[in-house]
């Protein structure tokens, strides 16, 4: 059926009271105004739910890197490993290299 008539339908049942239709006319536009706000509904709940999932997701997220930059955070002697990578590189730079790129300054 066509769209345009389901919404005539549902306007005109909209408009005026159920008892003002004879019978076979007001089933037609109560089935059609029920029909168009059953969709109407649904659509809402469906993007509803998409929102929530969109935030739970991103709080998933956040969590997670927070963890992450937790773990990262808790590595015992860590500065003294970077100090020792950063004093060897630079004290030994180019044996560090590759081979091929030992000609170039870095």
């Known amino acids: 059926m066509s769209e345009k ?19 076979p006319v007001r089933y037609t536009l109560l089935a059609a105004l029920c029909w168009t706000r059953q969709a ?10 998409i929102r929530l999932i969109h935030r739970i997701n991103a709080r998933a997220e956040k969590r997670v890197e927070k963890e ?12 003294g490993i970077l100090r020792r990578m ?16 030992r000609h170039l300054a870095y």
């Open 5 to 23: 008539i389901v919404a005539a339908w549902r306007s005109r049942a909209a408009r005026m009271y159920p008892s003002d239709f004879a019978e």
């Open 40 to 49: 109407e509904l649904i659509d809402g709940l469906v993007e509803l739910l």
């Open 86 to 101: 950063v004093d060897a590189s630079l004290a030994d730079g180019d044996r560090l290299r590759h081979p091929e790129q």
């Open 68 to 79: 992450l930059i937790g773990e990262l955070t808790a590595v015992p002697g860590k500065k």
